[in-house]
């Protein structure tokens, strides 16, 4: 049986242990298999510490500890010696802690680029940086000390510290945002990648400066103020009208994931435009830029749709319920192509550009349901569609 690993986690409630905690909790129970291959198993004890556990915890952790995420801080407190005591002060009690228990095992320090700078903030941030250093040259403890720069992703606080978090709350609830210079450069890493290599530091893997103990995320991102706002925008007009973004972008990807998390109630449900006539029904799911749009289709018993043909536009059908005769012809020709298909085996049927085609419900009493997918957004001025039967 495998030795259990201890992981105490500081700041277990703040955004980034959050996040890490649920992701480890996910791998002990055997939800999450990824990070097992680099070392990660299920063998997990998650010993979580924050602002309201018992102090009188913290020795027993640091006794059990086999890894330390030390994630605990402080960004904007009342007054400003609190950065220090926050940010300096607890750090120097959990490492006098695990000293006084001989507990020499890796420790990571949640540290930020701002331990650059000569602020309150900074210099607390610095201060705990020494802090670690000096430790480790003194145990020989595996020291991980990361600066991290902005950090986006579900779960974080808006209208706090971080200006994506603020921008994707008032934006998704139709609030006002500020921008006093679109074209400043925001430094970002998304909460997976830093949860991510949070488990390569656990296995030993961490990405790291040389041999110093400063460690950094492999995966970040550089946006502007004014592009960040612009995309987030566009991300709320186009939930109106049906449309994604282009995922195709790793950063786009992510932080259209982040937004849709700060979505409101009366936001996250919202009505699609139907088109109904004797025949049933059609509806447009989803558009794309890009990739074409994907529709429902509902024909009522007996009826045949289609009956057209495209010189460029491709389409693909799958009947998810009923049973369906598909018939294509190419222009000019006699042929016919026959496609029986049904709901109790799902299959997909291309529309072949340059063959007329139709779609035919054969049953006289039940409902015909097909999801369609098309290469293009239709467009009314040129709709590349010409009426002709099979």
Same mark, same amino acid.
């Given at each position: 049986?495998?030795?259990?690993?201890?992981?105490?986690?500081?700041?277990?409630?703040?955004?980034?242990?959050?996040?890490?905690?649920?992701?480890?909790?996910?791998?002990?129970?055997?939800?999450?298999?990824?990070?097992?291959?680099?070392?990660?198993?299920?063998?997990?004890?998650?010993?979580?510490?924050?602002?309201?556990?018992?102090?009188?915890?913290?020795?027993?952790?640091?006794?059990?500890? =086999?890894?330390?995420?030390?994630?605990?801080?402080?960004?904007?407190?009342?007054?400003?010696?609190?950065?220090?005591?926050?940010?300096?002060?607890?750090?120097?009690?959990?490492?006098?802690?695990?000293?006084?228990?001989?507990?020499?095992?890796?420790?990571?320090?949640?540290?930020?680029?701002?331990?650059?700078?000569?602020?309150?903030?900074?210099?607390?941030?610095?201060?705990?940086?020494?802090?670690?250093?000096?430790?480790?040259?003194?145990?020989?403890?595996?020291?991980?000390?990361?600066?991290?720069?902005?950090?986006?992703?579900?779960?974080?606080?808006?209208?706090?510290?971080?200006?994506?978090?603020?921008?994707?709350?008032?934006?998704?609830?139709?609030?006002?945002?500020?921008?006093?210079?679109?074209?400043?450069?925001?430094?970002?890493? @998304?909460?997976?990648?830093?949860?991510?290599?949070?488990?390569?530091?656990?296995? %030993?893997?961490?990405?790291?400066?040389?041999?110093?103990?400063?460690?950094?995320?492999?995966?970040?991102?550089?946006?502007?103020?004014?592009?960040?706002?612009?995309?987030?925008? %566009?991300? =709320?007009? =186009?939930?109106?009208?049906?449309?994604?973004?282009?995922?195709?972008?790793?950063?786009?990807?992510?932080?259209?994931?982040? @937004?849709?998390?700060?979505?409101?109630?009366?936001?996250?449900?919202?009505?699609?435009?139907?088109?109904?006539?004797?025949?049933?029904?059609?509806?447009?799911?989803?558009?794309?830029?890009?990739?074409?749009?994907?529709?429902?289709?509902?024909?009522?018993?007996?009826?045949?749709?289609?009956?057209?043909?495209?010189?460029?536009?491709?389409?693909?059908?799958?009947?998810?319920? %009923?049973?369906?005769?598909?018939?294509?012809?190419?222009?000019?020709?006699?042929?016919?192509?026959?496609?029986?298909?049904?709901?109790?085996?799902?299959?997909?049927?291309?529309?072949?550009?340059?063959?007329?085609?139709?779609?035919?419900?054969?049953?006289?009493?039940?409902?015909?349901?097909?999801?369609?997918?098309?290469?293009?957004?239709?467009?009314?001025?040129?709709?590349?569609?010409?009426?002709?039967?099979?």
């Amino acid at each position: 049986m495998k030795k259990l690993v201890n992981i105490l986690v500081t700041g277990a409630k703040g955004f980034i242990g959050r996040n890490l905690v649920c992701e480890l909790e996910n791998i002990r129970d055997g939800k999450e298999h990824r990070a097992s291959a680099g070392g990660v198993g299920p063998n997990l004890n998650i010993m979580e510490y924050d602002r309201d556990t018992d102090p009188g915890m913290l020795q027993e952790y640091c006794r059990k500890a =086999d890894f330390v995420f030390n994630l605990a801080g402080v960004n904007r407190p009342e007054r400003e010696e609190e950065f220090m005591q926050g940010n300096f002060g607890f750090a120097e009690t959990l490492l006098k802690t695990l000293e006084e228990e001989g507990n020499a095992c890796p420790v990571m320090l949640s540290s930020s680029i701002q331990a650059r700078l000569d602020n309150p903030y900074g210099r607390s941030k610095a201060a705990g940086e020494r802090l670690f250093t000096e430790y480790g040259e003194r145990t020989g403890s595996r020291i991980c000390i990361y600066r991290f720069p902005n950090v986006f992703g579900k779960w974080c606080r808006p209208n706090y510290n971080s200006v994506v978090a603020t921008f994707c709350h008032n934006i998704a609830n139709d609030l006002p945002i500020r921008i006093d210079d679109p074209d400043r450069v925001l430094h970002l890493v @998304y909460i997976d990648d830093l949860v991510e290599e949070l488990l390569a530091a656990l296995c %030993g893997k961490e990405h790291r400066e040389d041999d110093s103990p400063y460690c950094f995320v492999p995966v970040t991102h550089e946006v502007s103020v004014g592009k960040l706002a612009g995309l987030l925008r %566009g991300f =709320d007009e =186009d939930r109106h009208r049906a449309f994604v973004p282009d995922l195709g972008d790793e950063f786009t990807k992510k932080l259209y994931s982040t @937004y849709l998390s700060y979505l409101p109630d009366e936001k996250v449900s919202l009505p699609l435009k139907t088109n109904r006539d004797d025949r049933g029904s059609f509806t447009e799911l989803i558009k794309t830029y890009g990739a074409g749009q994907v529709s429902v289709n509902i024909s009522k018993p007996g009826i045949t749709k289609g009956q057209h043909w495209h010189h460029t536009k491709c389409e693909r059908f799958i009947v998810v319920k %009923g049973h369906a005769m598909i018939e294509e012809r190419k222009i000019g020709e006699d042929k016919v192509r026959r496609f029986e298909v049904s709901g109790e085996e799902l299959r997909y049927v291309e529309m072949l550009p340059g063959y007329t085609h139709n779609i035919i419900n054969m049953s006289d009493t039940e409902e015909l349901i097909t999801i369609m997918w098309a290469n293009e957004t239709f467009d009314q001025s040129r709709p590349d569609t010409y009426h002709e039967d099979v």
